[in-house]
């Protein structure tokens, strides 16, 4: 058996002393250094004089450096991390430095030449500009230095990245890559002309878009990152055509919510997917009605774990909630949605509960533990063929289990209830459409029999949510084809995700109870398009790699 192993507790210890230590004697070291300027040029550099005051200009130093040094640690200069400093420490500096020789002029001004402590107003205030740009300049090279320290350390190869969008998000995320080892900004592309070749933390716009392909190649980037929120679906296209042709992955920032909050980083940025390409703009929606609503509520998400589900969670962790409890009777899949909202928010209560709502007993507890001011009903069966075979599950899970958590939501006095529905509620022709239609009547029917606001939200087809085209789709390519069509001209209405719970959480804050609501879809997209679109996305060319036969 191996030995322990013995730190050298005192050696450490006092190394961590010495760390400590050298910023003050850095800036003890430029005090005395704008001092001594600061009376060369009072003395007109006539060395003689300065030589024979040399005890005087000793004396003067200590009082200075003893007063600007007590003034930085009162404004907290000390306990900034050099590395990190940034734009918005400097008003400590100058209010610090700025304080101290104020207060010095107006100590010095009234005292008669001959008393030794005085110093010269003038001398006084050369001083202070001197210090402050010598604090200011240390910390600013050290810091520049770091970073390019921090690009070229680690292991691993150095990840030569390009982003696009020299804005507010852009900024955001070049800081945090700028903090990261083994990755190197080279540089921006940004297509407004008032962007052209300026700095961003000293790091250049390089161009526009339409040079992107010729900026790749020159500087060998290994990686593009569109940081514009809500990048229009044309300019995403003509990223992601120019990375394919070049060979480099391309990823995309967060969405609206997590940069109004700062919390964009670089684990956060995702690849860009079909939802980035949809065929046509992305309603925008921020709405301070709904910020409102949610903002120190507790929230109940039922069905947490679905693709539905797990956007309202998201969207609502964002606004400020007091609470989020996540109900969900899938293990795996509340595990990630937790996980998830875990690495991605911050400072609000996550708390996820396996149940079934079907159980009303379980239920019953959940709701009087946790106090829901809001409930957002989005657990149900979906599927079509499976609901057409076992039709007593549909009844009992979308129709029965729904009517039971309404009556608890009314007897524990939770304000709002929404139900997610579906538009093939509408003159329902299968057994899915006709629960869930089912399900609308019996929110209806409870609403008015308490205090409890019910309403409904019908969705159509959701990029990507379980029973869509696109895992199909995503599972065919996976597979080498084909990708089945079932004819060249068939459209469909979609939406994304994200645009969708954006709206339902809209209308859960307008309701006044009673309503369906029927989200606007926009314009059809033909699925011809959607499969070629989601075969680029993979690398790979439609009819060419990737064959589409035609059902």
Not at 175 to 199: C, H, N, S, W, Y
Not at 279 to 305: C, H, I, N, Q, Y
Not at 372 to 387: D, E, F, Q, S
Not at 519 to 537: C, F, V
Request: hydrophobic share 50%; proline share 5%.
């Amino acid at each position: 058996m191996a030995p322990p192993t013995v730190h050298n507790t005192p050696s450490r210890h006092a190394a961590d002393r010495l760390s400590a230590l050298a910023p003050f004697a850095a800036d003890l070291t430029i005090m005395a250094a704008a001092l001594f300027a600061a009376y060369t040029l009072r003395y007109n550099f006539d060395w003689t004089r300065i030589h024979v005051e040399a005890s005087r200009i000793l004396l003067h130093l200590i009082l200075l450096a003893a007063i600007q040094v007590l003034a930085l640690a009162a404004f907290g200069c000390y306990r900034l991390i050099w590395r990190f400093i940034g734009v918005d420490d400097v008003p400590r500096f100058v209010y610090a430095v700025g304080l101290t020789t104020l207060v010095l002029v107006f100590m010095m001004a009234p005292l008669p030449p001959g008393v030794p402590i005085r110093v010269p107003v003038g001398v006084v205030i050369l001083n202070g500009v001197f210090v402050v740009g010598g604090l200011l300049l240390t910390r600013s090279f050290w810091r520049i230095a770091s970073v390019s320290g921090a690009g070229r350390g680690g292991r691993g190869p150095l990840r030569r990245v390009l982003l696009v969008g020299a804005g507010v998000t852009g900024n955001q995320v070049l800081r945090e890559m700028q903090q990261r080892q083994r990755i190197r900004v080279i540089g921006f592309v940004d297509d407004a002309p008032a962007k052209r070749r300026v700095l961003l933390q000293g790091v250049r716009v390089l161009g526009t878009v339409d040079r992107l392909d010729d900026l790749v190649v020159r500087h060998a980037i290994d990686e593009v990152i569109v940081t514009m929120v809500r990048a229009p679906r044309e300019l995403i296209e003509r990223v992601t055509a120019c990375c394919e042709r070049c060979g480099v992955p391309v990823r995309i920032v967060p969405d609206y919510y997590e940069v109004i909050t700062g919390s964009v980083t670089v684990n956060r940025l995702r690849e860009i997917d079909i939802t980035d390409l949809l065929g046509r703009e992305e309603g925008v929606l921020d709405d301070p009605s709904a910020l409102a609503l949610f903002s120190g509520k507790r929230v109940l998400v039922t069905g947490a774990g679905g693709t539905i589900g797990s956007e309202l969670t998201r969207q609502v962790a964002r606004m400020g909630p007091a609470q989020v409890v996540l109900i969900e009777r899938a293990e795996n899949a509340l595990y990630e949605i937790e996980r998830d909202l875990q690495a991605g928010i911050r400072g609000v209560p996550i708390v996820p509960i396996l149940a079934d709502i079907g159980d009303a007993m379980r239920m019953e507890a959940v709701l009087a533990a946790h106090k829901p001011h809001i409930i957002l009903h989005a657990a149900a069966h979906k599927h079509v063929p499976m609901m057409e075979a076992n039709p007593g599950e549909a009844v009992r899970n979308n129709v029965l289990a729904t009517r039971r958590l309404g009556l608890l939501a009314i007897h524990h006095q939770v304000q709002r209830f929404l139900l997610i529905s579906t538009d093939k509620a509408v003159r329902p022709s299968s057994v899915m459409g006709g629960s869930k239609r089912l399900a609308e009547h019996v929110i209806q029917g409870l609403n008015g029999a308490g205090s409890t606001r019910f309403c409904a939200v019908r969705f159509g087809n959701v990029l990507g949510s379980s029973g869509s085209v696109v895992p199909l789709f995503r599972e065919q390519i996976k597979s080498g084809g084909p990708v089945t069509v079932t004819h060249p001209d068939m459209a469909r209405y979609f939406m994304t995700t994200r645009e969708a719970v954006r709206l339902v959480l809209h209308a859960t804050a307008c309701a006044a109870g009673g309503e369906i609501f029927v989200l606007d879809m926009g314009r059809p997209i033909k699925i011809l398009d959607l499969a070629e679109m989601m075969i680029r996305l993979s690398g790979l060319r439609p009819h060419e790699d990737v064959a589409i036969t035609y059902t």
